[in-house]
């Protein structure tokens, strides 16, 4: 199956494996093309809507949206470049182009994992300097682009270009072409797959878990002051507090659900991307890795139910179905356009209750 960037590897520009041309398990690929198909429709579908949503409230558009809405294009990039010309692929068996679109595809499949990958980043950091440090945080809140997204962007589609010359339409058996790569050294597989895996999963997510234990720590001395300054005034007392202290108090209840968010959405990244990049490291360091069985090519497979799971994180947790159904089929007139919450996101069940029991004392 040749999925993302490391399967259907030649260690060499010579010499071809002679399996290359046995027959595939096609009840194997049976399964393949059906979870690639649900999962195309549902990312396309998700992602669209939930642009379309967002391109209605546009008046609107607050930082975080801008983070959200970028994060949509970058799933979708993985849902038409990625997981449709693999579900092709698994259809046709062999890869069916020139060589220019061999190229071309397999550079879109990682810009999109780049892409989706570093938008949770910067959304991470960004929401790390509005709950750390407030005072810088960017003013232009109605700009479609701004720095961070930019830079995501560059990224993702620099850091792909090894793509364009690593995979080539080859020969890899007498009158039988396919999409492949070629390494000219030995190490090459091992090399490109475990730097691949650095800079998309391991060095975003110990970022993204730096940030989040600076911005839990920042929202558990709000939760203690602002506790504190409930019981001096229960007291009859009004000590001011530091302008550090008066920082943290002030901390939005929006901005606190937008990090809940974040947390949610950096959790389905980590859930989703880890056993693919496991396998995928496995495969090129264990010469006896078992490729060809059905948990090993399902769980590549699955890790596209990222892009499912963003815009759900979204859709569930910050509209309402109706409001939503209605603002798509152009139900909503003007009598009725309150806005949606700035900055929203899932709330957890064990948060709500211990904050309603806060609030009750």
Known sequence: MPFSFTLNLSNTSVEMDTSADEPRNEQ?????????????????????????????????????????????LADLVVAFFQVCPQLMW???DRFVGPD?????????????????TYMI???????YQAICNPMVTFQRRRARWNLPVCVAWLVSFVLSVPQLF???????????YDCWAEFVQPWGPKAYVTWTTLVIFLVPVVMVTACQVRIC????????????????????????????????????KSRIKTVKMTVVIVLAYTVCWAPFFTVQLW?????????????????????????????CIYLLFTVKFPELLGSLLCMKHAEKKEPLPEETTMVSSLYLSFKSHSDIR
């Not at 980043?121 to 929401?127: A, F, K, Q, Y």
């Not at 690593?166 to 039988?176: D, E, H, K, L, T």
């Open 283 to 311: 495969s090129v360091w264990d010469d006896d890795a078992p490729t060809e069985t059905a948990t090993f090519t399902i769980l590549m497979l699955l890790a596209s139910l990222n892009s499912v799971a963003n815009p």
């Open 217 to 252: 720590r920042a929202l558990q001395i709000n939760l203690y002051l602002k506790t504190q300054q409930q019981q001096r005034g229960d007291e009859g007392h009004s000590h001011p507090l530091s302008s550090r202290a008066s920082n943290v108090v002030s901390v939005s």
């Open 100 to 116: 220019l679109v061999c190229r071309l595809v397999k550079y879109l499949q990682v810009v999109g994992m780049f892409a989706s």
């Open 28 to 72: 194997l690929a049976q399964i393949e093309i059906a979870l690639l198909s649900v999962i195309f429709l549902c990312a396309s579908t998700l992602n669209f809507s939930l642009l379309l949503v967002l391109w209605r409230k546009r008046q609107q558009m607050s930082r975080m949206r801008v983070f959200v809405t970028h994060l949509c």
């Open 166 to 176: 690593i995979f080539s339409r080859v020969q890899i058996a007498p009158g039988v």
């Open 121 to 127: 980043v910067v959304m991470t950091v960004d929401r």
């Open 90 to 92: 698994d259809i046709t």
